[in-house]
């Protein structure tokens, strides 16, 4: 094991948080602002990258790894999570928002994760965080964001989150799916990935889907969400009040709005 190894525990079913649990001098690496609590005796350090053997080699080779971090649209620094004590201590993370953690073993998927640049949220020390251009001018003219996505590289374990349920697809030689965009949450590394566009202009403009959809070919796993944040997001903004206009007469948000003082008029 060239990773940090760790136990986990895994609670709750719509808002999930993960227990990880440290042996002496064992080290995980989160996404700065995961943290739900931790055990007294556990060190808190902010670092540069993710802390991997490959981003090691002097002060270029740490800006190498923080900058790979910033093309995913992430921050420069991770923070380390380090068992300072005697015995084991536990320090847990919380998703973003509502939804499954889906823990992975990479040394059971040869090594190899590609996934959607927000869902990471832990590791063990040691996994290696960067980014993954995909090679076919389809992906790279219309995949948008999906051009650039996470990589999790090593032997230990990884932790992602995605929104509402995850479905855990496994694909043949030659078996293939296509997934909205929003909805691919990651793939192991051995999957083909692409970007197509959705034929028919009537299809684009009028279907109620995007105009792209991600076509996976195995052989290989894909782990697909059912409700991605973008898309909670969104229903949340179309459905929010105007700042000026009605407040929703009998309504939860009416209600709150008197509480608060506001003027109706």
């Known amino acids: 094991m060239n990773n940090h190894e760790i136990d986990y525990q895994l609670h709750g079913d719509d808002m999930q948080f993960v227990e990880v ?5 064992e080290t995980v690496i989160a996404e700065a602002g995961s943290l739900m609590m931790m055990d007294d005796q556990i060190r808190m350090e902010t670092i540069f990258g993710d802390g991997s053997s490959s981003n090691q080699g002097g002060l270029m080779g740490k800006l190498i790894g923080a900058g790979k971090r910033v093309l995913t649209g992430e921050s420069l620094f991770m923070t380390a999570f380090t068992n300072e004590g005697v015995g084991k201590k536990h320090v847990s993370f919380a998703s973003p928002y509502p939804g499954k953690i889906i823990p992975m073993d ?13 869902a990471f949220l832990a590791a063990a020390k040691g996994v290696a965080v960067g980014i993954e251009f995909q090679r076919k001018l389809g992906t790279g003219f219309f995949g948008g964001e999906g051009f650039i996505m996470q990589k999790l590289e090593g032997d230990g374990m990884a932790f992602v989150h995605a929104g509402g349920t995850i479905y855990k ?3 043949g030689v030659g078996e293939s799916i296509r997934v909205d965009t929003g909805c691919l949450v ?23 889907e995007g105009l ?6 195995g052989p290989g796993t894909v ?15 179309a459905a929010a009040p105007e700042r000026r206009g009605s ?10 709005f008197d509480i608060l003082g506001g003027d109706r008029k």
């Not at 990479?106 to 927000?118: A, H, M, V, Y």
């Not at 990651?186 to 684009?204: L, R, S």
């Not at 007469?249 to 209600?255: D, K, N, V, Y």
């Open 21 to 25: 649990e440290l042996d002496p001098e």
């Open 106 to 118: 990479l040394s059971e998927i040869s090594g190899k994760l590609i996934c959607q640049k927000d």
């Open 169 to 171: 697809k496994e694909l």
């Open 186 to 208: 990651a793939m192991t590394g051995d999957i083909d990935y692409n970007i197509e566009y959705v034929g028919g202009i009537k299809t684009a403009l009028f279907g109620g």
């Open 212 to 217: 792209f959809f991600a076509t996976l070919r």
């Open 223 to 237: 782990w697909v969400q059912s409700l991605p944040f973008s898309r909670l997001a969104s229903r949340i903004f």
């Open 247 to 256: 407040k929703g007469e009998g309504s939860i948000a009416g209600g709150l």
